[in-house]
Nanobody
Framework: QVQLVESGGGSVQAGGSLRLSCAASEYTLSANLMAWFRQAPGKEREGVAA????????YYGDSVKGRFTISRDNAKNTVYLQMNSLKPEDTAMYYC????????????????????WGQGTQVTVSS
């Protein structure tokens, strides 16, 4: 069983930065792909970024490329999302997700690719 706990959300002005953390239990034994999703009020949950735990390959949504960076620290069982140049449209609840079965990494942006989810952390960007 993988448990995910997000932290690091908060309120920031446009142009600012935040770093989200996702601490995972049973990390190195189970998850092979981890990701960040976000959901704004009235919108569908969308994939933000993903990282392959073993090889370190990363994937990003078009709206965050060049601004967000996903990384992992295997020793701490933690995945991070560094968010720079934040915009008001980045305001959303951010969720960490993990996949513990074999699958195609190219489908990283689909919710159904993941079988574990965190509770979310709120990010609010003001103009």
């Amino acid at each position: 069983q993988v448990q995910l706990v997000e932290s690091g959300g908060g309120s920031v002005q446009a142009g600012g930065s935040l770093r989200l953390s996702c601490a995972a239990s049973e990390y190195t034994l189970s998850a092979n792909l981890m990701a960040w999703f976000r959901q704004a009020p009235g919108k569908e949950r969308e994939g933000v970024a993903a990282i392959v735990i073993g090889g370190g390959s990363t994937y990003y949504g078009d709206s965050v490329k060049g601004r967000f960076t996903i990384s992992r620290d295997n020793a701490k069982n933690t995945v991070y999302l560094q968010m720079n140049s934040l915009k008001p449209e980045d305001t959303a609840m951010y969720y960490c997700a993990a996949r513990t079965y074999s699958g195609l990494d190219l489908w990283w942006f689909l919710q159904r690719s993941y079988n574990y989810w965190g509770q979310g952390t709120q990010v609010t960007v003001s103009s």
